[in-house]
């Protein structure tokens, strides 16, 4: 048999047309992990080029048929119990895996062929009940792994699973570990048993949130070398660490009971980090300071802590970060009892300890401090130069204190001060802020009182970022100076900010990112019939605005060449809803990258709207209630962004919406993603269909889908010729003469009704399924009375002229042929070749005017969602044109009944 079915040249040339779209799962480039990081915090980590988040599983190997190969992050959330051999072995990229699966086995080989993967998850509810079982060698294959991380399952105490050499971050949280013992009986690598001396590293060992461990077994950790070692919120004492036979511990994470068990850990690793934060410790002494000395970083926040022991800080010497935050601290002491000694240290953070004044020289032995944290005390008032010794300070966060001013020059003296924080402070009550000491300010957060007369806000001229929180007023803030040439980012928060500003881009020439927070639109827009946004800012590069469901009207976001992202949230008013379209949200925005629109009342969307927006790559539509999406998106696709999101949203249980199925799953240039758990009216809730398309599939026209049907036929047929048009001049001609020439003889045909027929049945079918129409359908049809019909069948292989063009043969067979058999199977499907085949057919017959019989014959059962759309003639045909091959020989003779019938 040397003679294909169609040219294999013929068919390379054609270009797939299948859509790409993912049925439970959600795919996104890292670089725009961003925009739907909801769906992804089981594996948050944006490096990764591509991903998928797949919820709810529950059969893993379908869910995965439909994820694109080359993701190199996967997470999945649902129920798979066991996971089986060859799991991921399709993905053999994979990075990242994260496992919401309530997962209870892994064999043998599941993680088989994951040679790349650095990240590996497994999560479950922490319900104390859920034991994972391992294999020994579950991770054997892992060459790569560096962080494997387990939150929520209980591992087996005896597992004795191997971890592979590469690790570096273990985490073992919120499960059943009662004795650090039971880490050596499921992980014997990170111990040192007798026969070998060889000790293991790792950079982390996070044990948090482990609430019933509260054992330590003396040497349970015998020899193992880690770098940090994480126990909060365990019942673990930071003091029984010594204990563990740890080689190695640079950093400690542990709650204490007192002061001096930290300490021994302390002196006993040299360590450089401790935190004890939240442990009621009170008071330090004389002795457990001593034990301190090698520690660079210390947190001893939220510890209860009411004074601090004299010679603190002389008792670290090589103390850089100091953590305070939290405590009772009426006033600091670090620098009283110092005999002139200065402290290296660069990070001190005193917040929440209802500081009330700052003496002179509270901060006098500290030079090298670059950040100041004060948030949340009681300070009134920074007279008498508290700051004055802090040559290096950079930061400085002052607020929620209820600060009047900041005394004269007080920021003079902060030679190096570059941010400052004073949100929710009275400091702008005051007549003189007095900013413009600070000579190098270049980040300043502020909160701005109401006014009730006009006011000018002098700020520093040279600031690159400024956050103003709002309260409204009545009057006008002015700001000063006039132009702010440095000015990147602007943060305003809070509704009603009257800014005298007439033109922003002459005030703000170099603002980049833009943000107005619970901030109604309409002081920024113009307020005549055209309602555009006002602030034309050449070099703008992202605007987020979230509305605080305020806006009284759409104000169109327009003209701003640079505007890459942009994310309107919460724009509908809440007591005066009124739908828009896209239109009337974004207009001209011609390298806009990212598009998010949430609650912004947006109830349709067409074309029409993308075709200012070139460059748009990423859509994402979100808590919108009825969306229209209007077919004329579909001839606009090729244009759409690469990547459509609908989350939580509601589409409208409209026909309008009927053509979206179709084009969902056609698109190739777009992904497509539809989250929309709401229920159509009439509809029940069925696992794993979708509400809204099995509503449009019963209450809309059929005909409307036919339409569909022979437009994208005309389109398939359009695009199989293009590239012949180009590739072999020789081939397309033969091709639109066969079009023509079934036309032609279609509307020859409906005259003569009576026309004689060479062949009675056409059979198309793929080379995967010619041994069934060889053994079982050949005999049955062409065999002769009483066993066989006595037909005459067309088969390609046997019937087609010698030589004669493969889609003449078609067509000719076809037209002279009375009924039309397609044979369908699931590896015809699968294979590309015969689909084309089937659909070269299959829209051959739907040109004709006159449609000749066609029958479809399922040789296993195929789901709708199985069968591309272009052949879901299923739902063409009369319910009775289409059969199931049954397996059972006993339901056989109803088949054969079938087709008799139907042949006639
Ligand atoms: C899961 O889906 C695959 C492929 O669709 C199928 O072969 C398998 O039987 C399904 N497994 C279960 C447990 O339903
Ligand atoms: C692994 O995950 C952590 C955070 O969960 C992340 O910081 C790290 O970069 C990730 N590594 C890779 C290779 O994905
Ligand atoms: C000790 O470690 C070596 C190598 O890591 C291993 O082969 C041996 O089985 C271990 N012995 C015990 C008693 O665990
Ligand atoms: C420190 O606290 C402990 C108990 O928390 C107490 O016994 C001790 O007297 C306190 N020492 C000082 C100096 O306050
Ligand atoms: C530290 O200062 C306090 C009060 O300022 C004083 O009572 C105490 O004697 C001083 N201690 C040392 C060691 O200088
Ligand atoms: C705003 O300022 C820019 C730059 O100076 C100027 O080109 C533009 O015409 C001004 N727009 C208005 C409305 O004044």
């Known amino acids: 048999m040397g003679r294909s079915f169609l040219l294999p040249g013929l068919l390379l040339s054609l270009p797939l047309v299948t859509g790409w779209t993912t049925p439970k799962c959600l795919v996104t480039e890292g670089s725009q992990l961003p925009l739907v990081s909801r769906y992804f915090t089981l594996c948050h980590y944006s490096k990764l080029s591509f991903l998928a988040a797949c919820f709810p599983v529950s059969n893993l190997t379908q869910t995965l048929e439909a994820v694109p190969r080359n993701v190199e992050g996967l997470c999945l959330s649902g129920s798979v119990s066991t996971l089986l051999p060859d799991a991921f072995s399709a993905f053999p990229g994979l990075k990242f895996l994260g496992l919401n699966l309530h997962l209870t086995r892994l064999l043998p080989g599941a993680l088989r062929g994951l040679g790349q993967l650095r990240n590996l998850s497994f999560v479950d509810q922490p319900s104390g009940k859920n034991s994972l079982f391992l294999p020994p060698d579950a991770f054997g294959d892992l060459i790569s792994l560096q962080r494997l991380h387990f939150c929520g399952p209980c591992l087996n105490k005896k597992a004795g699973v191997r971890l592979p050499s590469s690790l570096q971050w273990l985490s073992v949280t919120i499960s059943c570990l009662q004795d650090s013992g039971e880490l050596a009986g499921i992980f014997p690598d990170l111990v040192q048993n007798s026969s070998s001396r060889a000790s293991w590293t790792l950079k982390k060992l996070d044990l948090s949130l482990n609430q019933k461990l509260k054992m330590a077994t003396p040497g349970s950790l015998q020899g193992l070398q880690v770098e940090i070692l994480d126990l909060r919120k365990t019942q673990l004492d930071a003091g029984a660490v010594k204990g563990l036979g740890l080689q190695k511990l640079n950093v400690l994470y542990a709650p204490t009971a007192t002061a001096e068990l930290a300490a021994e850990t302390a002196a006993h690793f040299e360590l450089q980090g401790l935190n004890v934060d939240r442990s009621k410790i009170g008071n330090i002494s004389q002795e457990a300071l001593a034990s301190c000395h090698s520690l660079e970083t210390l947190s001893l926040s939220d510890t209860g802590l009411t004074k601090l022991p004299p010679g603190f800080l002389a008792a670290m010497p090589r103390l850089r970060r100091l953590n305070l935050a939290g405590n009772q601290l009426q006033s600091t002491m670090l620098c009283m009892n110092e005999t002139g000694d200065v402290s290296g240290l660069s990070t001190l953070d005193l917040s929440g300890n209802g500081l009330r004044i700052l003496p002179p020289a509270t901060f006098s032995c500290l030079p090298h401090l670059r950040e100041l944290l004060l948030q949340d005390n009681q300070l009134l008032s920074l007279e008498g130069h508290p700051f004055q010794d802090l040559q290096q300070l950079e930061t400085l966060k002052l607020d929620r204190n209820p600060l009047l001013n900041l005394g004269k020059n007080c920021l003079a003296a902060l030679p190096a001060l570059t941010t400052l924080s004073l949100l929710d402070t009275q400091i702008l009550h005051s007549p003189d802020a007095g900013f413009w000491g600070a000579r190098s300010l270049h980040t300043l957060h502020l909160s701005l009182p109401p006014l009730s007369a006009p006011a000018v806000l002098s700020l520093p001229m040279y600031l690159t970022s400024l956050e103003l929180h709002v309260t409204p007023g009545l009057k006008h803030w002015t700001l000063s100076p006039n132009i702010f040439p440095f000015l990147e980012t602007l943060t305003i928060n809070g509704r009603g900010l009257k800014l005298g500003v007439q033109n922003a881009s002459e005030v703000f020439p170099a603002l980049q990112h833009l943000f107005l927070l619970q901030n109604s639109l309409d002081a920024f827009c113009s307020q005549d019939a055209s309602s555009i946004f006002l602030w034309q800012l050449p070099k703008l590069q992202s605007l987020k605005v979230w509305g605080a469901g305020s806006n009284s009207r759409p104000c169109l976001i327009t003209g701003l060449p640079s505007l890459q992202e942009l994310k309107l949230e919460s724009l509908q008013s809440i007591t005066q809803p009124r739908s828009v379209q896209l239109e009337e949200l974004v207009g001209d925005l011609p390298q806009l990258q990212a598009l998010q629109l949430s609650s912004t009342g947006l109830k349709s969307l067409s074309a029409a709207a993308f075709r200012r927006l070139h460059s748009l790559q990423a859509l994402v539509l979100d808590s919108e209630k009825d969306l229209v999406l209007q077919d004329s998106l579909r001839e606009y696709s090729p244009q759409m962004p690469r990547y459509v999101y609908i989350l939580q949203s509601k589409l409208a249980c409209q026909c309008a919406n009927a053509w979206m199925e179709l084009w969902v799953k056609q698109s190739t240039k777009t992904y497509v993603h539809i989250r929309d758990g709401h229920l159509c009216p009439g509809e029940v809730r069925v696992p794993a269909r979708d509400s809204l398309i099995s509503f449009l599939w019963d209450h809309c026209p059929q005909t409307l889908e036919l339409k569909l049907f022979l437009a994208s036929s005309a389109l398939v047929l359009l695009l199989i010729v293009l590239p012949l048009l180009q590739g072999a001049r020789n081939t397309w001609i033969p091709y639109l003469r066969a079009l023509f020439r079934i036309w032609l003889q279609g509307l020859r045909g409906q005259g003569n009704a009576g026309k004689r027929f060479l062949f009675d049945v056409f059979v198309s079918h793929c080379r995967q399924d010619q041994g069934w129409v060889l053994e079982e359908l050949l005999p049955a049809l062409e065999g002769f009375l009483p066993a066989g019909l006595g037909l005459r069948l067309c088969l390609p292989e046997r019937d087609f002229e010698p030589g004669k063009d493969v889609v003449d043969n078609v067509v000719d067979s076809m037209v002279s042929s009375r009924v039309t058999l397609c044979v369908l199977s699931g590896p015809a499907l699968c294979n590309p070749r015969c689909c084309l ?65 139907r042949l006639g």
């Open 837 to 901: 085949e089937l659909r070269l057919a299959t829209s051959l017959l739907l040109a004709a005017p006159s449609p000749p019989v066609l029958l479809l014959v399922f040789l296993e059962p195929i789901s709708r969602h199985q069968l591309p759309s272009y052949h879901r003639l299923a739902r063409l045909l009369r319910r009775g044109d289409y059969c199931l091959w049954p397996e059972e020989e006993e339901r056989k003779g109803g088949f054969w009944t079938w087709l008799r019938s």
